[in-house]
């Protein structure tokens, strides 16, 4: 608390900086738009597999760091494609 403060009481709240957000104005701009959770869907989502390595390879890739299995389709694409 400062000088300007100290006389408010502690609850006292600007009206002018929060605006009601349960008027039916509000509630029909946020009824307007569209709510969308979590990531965007991508064309092409990866699949998931399982599939099975030598250890010292996976051992290898994990040792990296993070990105080990992207590293590792990245490898098996220019395996395919070149």
Same mark, same amino acid.
């Given at each position: 608390?400062?000088?300007?403060?100290?006389?408010?009481?502690?609850? #006292?709240?600007?009206?002018?900086?929060?605006?009601?957000?349960?008027?039916?104005?509000?509630?029909?701009?946020?009824?307007?738009?569209?709510?969308? =959770?979590?990531?965007?869907?991508?064309?092409?989502?990866?699949?998931?597999?399982?599939?099975?390595?030598?250890?010292?390879?996976?051992?290898?890739?994990?040792?990296?760091?993070?990105?080990?299995?992207? =590293?590792?389709?990245?490898?098996? =694409?220019?395996?395919? #494609?070149?």
């Amino acid at each position: 608390m400062n000088e300007n403060t100290k006389n408010l009481p502690r609850d #006292w709240v600007d009206p002018d900086e929060v605006p009601d957000l349960s008027t039916p104005e509000w509630q029909a701009v946020f009824d307007k738009v569209p709510v969308r =959770r979590g990531r965007p869907p991508l064309d092409e989502p990866k699949v998931s597999t399982t599939i099975r390595l030598d250890a010292d390879v996976l051992a290898a890739y994990r040792a990296e760091g993070p990105g080990w299995q992207t =590293r590792i389709n990245e490898v098996l =694409r220019k395996a395919l #494609w070149g």
